[in-house]
């Protein structure tokens, strides 16, 4: 777990912009952000300080290649693009002052079983506000988050849900 | 065997006529039921946990609040789905469930993915209770995977501070790191690593050492354990066990708080684990569990092998007793 390079904060904070959140309210949100090297791309973590200290004052004695997650989640980049986690969702809709910049969908009752079984929403099946960039915030009729979205079309297509907890496996 | 056994100041269990037609019957190894002799105070006790074992357990949820901002709200929400639960008055945030509809699917419900609850069981989310975090501490949860005890320890703590989740298993570490992120845990840190490579002295408040165990204590729910273990795997389990818990005390600060926990009932695993470090080490204390009301005292005798009598302050969960999965609870302070 490391400092991330400009290669790959470079895709996260243009997916950041493209929804409303600039580099000031990104500094408010996490303290620091930390990355770490898998296969399959970059991984993205927000730190609080208390954790951002520890990490770099206890934790490189251990190793930090050791590390495999720290404080949230916030997605992976890989090859110019950015995947924005559930846990970016969270903490982006805990944030009236971000909530009122994201582009949201809003899911109708019923069809949000759909949307986190990874399958895409028909027009009809969700509303939208403050549309206008590629990504959406996507929350259940209840106002809960359940994921990511993008409009392919017409239609909602998820780009990353709840549900992946139990296609993992895990 | 024996031997060994000897060696490392276990009893070495001979199974008499008693423990060999109970064995038959319930269709376990008899050197196990040997030990249930001696570690309930009668035979009526004793074929009462057999039976439990045969009965199983009731399923339990814990109420997330660093997810759902109220326990009642999760209750409605289940309720509309068909799954109806009830307040364990012992224990904040625990829920039993009392009935499900057959459609209803506790792991995976749409509250579930939110992370509003975790399926746990009862005596797992008693030890993480005993710990007691407090917002703002460092505390340490070895042996974290697949994250029960890490994400209610965060949720004790309602994210302040630091969790730091090792795991020795890098495969088994994935299901922590993905349970974190469901459950909305903040402060976590995983770190994959073995406990016995850690180089972290003194920097924990509160440790939660769940050391690996034989898992006699799941029995009801996993009933393979009857036959699935023998006693070279209790007298190997015994060794890492001290080895594991020597290494945690020195990980905590002068007057931090341990808790050794195994879902095992097995003597062995337990009060000869604790008795072995402690007696050697001048600088801990067995402490009383302030905030569990429920439990049976740890042993002090067992087999003939008289023990350190502060063992009597830990605690025992059984399912004939306490409906839940065997666990032991031990609090050990640093001075």
């Known amino acids: ?42 991984s993205l973590f927000c730190l609080d300080e208390t954790l951002a200290r520890f990490l770099k004052e206890r934790i490189s004695e251990e190793g930090a290649h050791f590390v495999l997650s720290a404080g949230v989640y916030l997605g992976k980049a890989r090859d110019g693009f950015f995947a924005p986690s559930v ?48 990504f959406f ?17 017409e239609r909602l297509v998820p780009l990353s849900d709840i549900g992946w907890f139990i296609r993992s496996g895990y | 065997m024996e031997e060994a056994f000897r060696r490392a100041g276990l009893p070495y269990p001979t199974p008499s006529e008693e423990a060999l037609e109970l064995a038959r019957r319930y269709g376990y190894l008899p050197y196990m039921i040997e030990r249930y002799r001696h570690l309930f105070e009668s035979r009526e006790e004793l ?68 992370g509003y609850y975790y399926i746990q069981g009862l005596g797992s989310m008693a030890v993480s209770h005993s710990l007691s975090p407090r917002p703002g501490e460092t505390v340490a949860d070895l042996a974290a995977a697949p994250g029960g005890k890490t994400t209610h320890i965060a949720q004790l703590m309602d994210n302040v501070g630091i969790v730091l989740s090792v795991e020795k298993s890098p495969l088994r570490a994935l299901s922590l790191v993905a349970n974190i992120q469901r459950m909305r845990v903040k402060n976590a840190l995983v770190l994959v690593k073995d406990i016995l490579d850690l180089k972290l002295y003194g920097a924990f408040d509160k440790i939660l050492l769940d050391a690996p165990c034989t898992g006699e ?37 002068p007057g931090g708080t341990l808790i050794y926990s195994t879902c095992s009932i097995a003597p062995e695993e337990n009060e000869f684990v604790i008795d072995k470090v402690l007696t050697v080490r001048g600088d801990v204390k067995i402490e009383g569990i302030g905030n569990l009301s429920v439990g049976d005292p740890g042993l002090t005798e067992f087999m003939g092998h008289t023990l350190r009598g502060d063992l009597r302050l830990c605690r025992r969960l059984y399912p004939h007793r306490h409906l839940s999965e065997g666990f032991f609870i031990c609090k050990i302070k640093r001075d």
Not at chain 2, 73 to 83: C, D, F, N, S, T
Request: with cysteine.
């Open chain 1, 137 to 153: 915030l996507v929350l259940s009729w209840r106002g809960e988050p359940i994921g990511w979205g993008f409009l392919s079309g």
């Open chain 2, 47 to 114: 074929i009462d946990f057999l039976d439990s074992v045969e009965r199983g357990l009731p399923k339990y949820i814990r109420c997330n609040t660093l997810a759902v901002s109220s326990c009642s709200y999760l209750e409605e929400r289940l309720k509309e789905r068909g799954i109806s639960v009830r307040a364990v008055p012992w224990l904040p945030h625990a829920y039993v469930v009392e009935s499900q509809s057959s459609s209803a699917q506790l792991g995976s419900t749409l509250e579930y993915l939110l």
């Open chain 1, 87 to 134: 846990s970016l969702a969270y903490l982006i809709a805990e944030r009236p002052d971000l909530m009122m910049r994201t582009p949201i969908a809003v899911v109708k009752k019923g069809k949000e079983l759909r949307f986190t079984h990874g399958k895409p929403l028909d027009k009809g099946d969700f509303l939208t506000e403050r549309a206008g960039g590629k």
């Open chain 2, 217 to 253: 204590g799941l029995l009801p729910i996993k009933k393979e354990r009857k036959t699935s273990k023998d006693l070279s795997d209790l007298y190997k389990m015994h060794e890492l066990q001290v080895r594991l818990l020597d290494k945690s005390l020195e990980m905590l600060r």
């Open chain 1, 1 to 42: 777990m490391d400092a991330c390079s400009e290669d790959v904060a470079r895709p996260f904070l243009s997916f950041m912009r493209s929804i409303g959140i600039g580099n000031d309210l990104l500094n408010s949100l996490c303290y620091e952000v930390s990355c770490r090297t898998g296969g399959d791309g970059v």
